[in-house]
């Protein structure tokens, strides 16, 4: 798919981000490089759902930097990685060969996968933040099935559409006021100087983003041929969403008190008819 300005004002972000997130505490490039034992704390808490990768051939939808990408080839997978960013896709690259990791990195358009890769794999994963920056929910699942083999699984943790309508700027702290879209809707344009790691202000700041309901989600899965296994909602985020969350002794975040009024995130697994 052609870019539009919503997807290039995107890119441009997302280019940015890149050099921020590979020197940044969060994602610790130079411990993978001095650890070839490290695993991504994502991966770590996503594999009891998404299962034993070793030995299968796997590829990451919006990989990013490839920190997840490289920590799932760690657990015996050969593992691809996709993303739009060229930035990122290059720091996948060099992370792979500075930590000796073996990982394949392409550049494509999420929609466009499937013309820039031309295989089947036994998994495809998705991993957190990734979906809200897709226009079309629909056309994603088409993309899932496309990728995957017969019998293949689909696994994606992310954060929890209801967690994207609350209305983070509010001062009177704790409140959970619904302000954004929960279903999928034209895109919202947000302005935000810090990305979710530690480090730098961005200068391209502007970023357009897309909502789409627990619903919507599953059914673009099931109408495009894969059977759900698993759907699974967490207490816990990745990272903090909404200025009065609290760190937990994991290190991810959850509402004051234990609070468990709002789903933080879900994972779904679903696997492709034989």
């Known amino acids: 798919m052609p870019l539009d300005e919503f997807r290039k004002t995107n890119l441009d972000n997302w280019n940015e981000r890149t050099e921020i997130h590979a020197k940044s505490q969060l994602y610790d490039i130079a411990g993978y490089v001095a650890n070839p034992e490290k695993i991504s704390s994502v991966v770590q808490f996503d594999v009891p759902d998404l299962?034993?990768?070793?030995?299968k051939t796997l590829l990451h939808l919006q990989c990013h930097i490839g920190t997840d990408t490289l920590s799932l080839a760690r657990l015996g997978a050969t593992a691809t990685g996709v993303d739009f960013s060229p930035d990122a896709i290059a720091t996948a690259r060099k992370l792979s060969s500075d930590s000796g990791t073996p990982g394949r990195f392409e550049v494509a358009e999420l929609y466009d996968t499937p013309d820039v890769i031309d295989e089947k794999?036994?998994?495809?994963?998705?991993?957190?933040?990734?979906?809200?920056?897709?226009?079309d929910?629909?056309?994603?699942?088409?993309?899932?099935?496309?990728?995957?083999?017969?019998?293949?699984?689909?696994f994606i943790r992310d954060f929890h559409p209801m967690l994207w309508t609350i209305d983070d700027e509010r001062e009177d702290d704790g409140a959970l006021v619904v302000k954004y879209p929960y279903f999928e809707t034209p895109a919202k344009r947000?302005?935000?100087?810090?990305?979710?790691?530690?480090?730098?202000?961005?200068?391209?700041?502007?970023?357009?983003?897309?909502?789409?309901?627990?619903?919507?989600?599953?059914?673009a899965l099931l109408d495009n041929g894969l059977k759900l296994e698993l759907l699974r909602e967490h207490k816990e985020a990745e990272s903090q969403n909404l200025p009065w969350m609290v760190e937990t002794e994991d290190k991810r975040w959850?509402?004051?008190?234990?609070?468990?009024?709002?789903?933080?995130?879900?994972?779904?697994?679903?696997?492709?008819s034989d």
């Not at 299962?51 to 030995?55: A, F, I, L, P, Q």
């Not at 957190?128 to 226009?135: I, M």
């Open 254 to 272: 959850e509402l004051p008190d234990g609070e468990d009024r709002l789903p933080m995130m879900y994972s779904i697994r679903a696997t492709k």
């Open 137 to 154: 929910i629909a056309g994603w699942g088409k993309v899932v099935a496309t990728m995957l083999k017969p019998g293949g699984t689909f």
């Open 190 to 219: 947000f302005d935000s100087e810090f990305t979710y790691s530690d480090g730098d202000k961005l200068t391209n700041s502007v970023n357009y983003e897309w909502n789409h309901g627990i619903g919507e989600i599953v059914m």
């Open 51 to 55: 299962g034993d990768v070793s030995g």
């Open 121 to 135: 794999f036994d998994i495809v994963y998705t991993g957190v933040g990734a979906l809200t920056w897709l226009p």
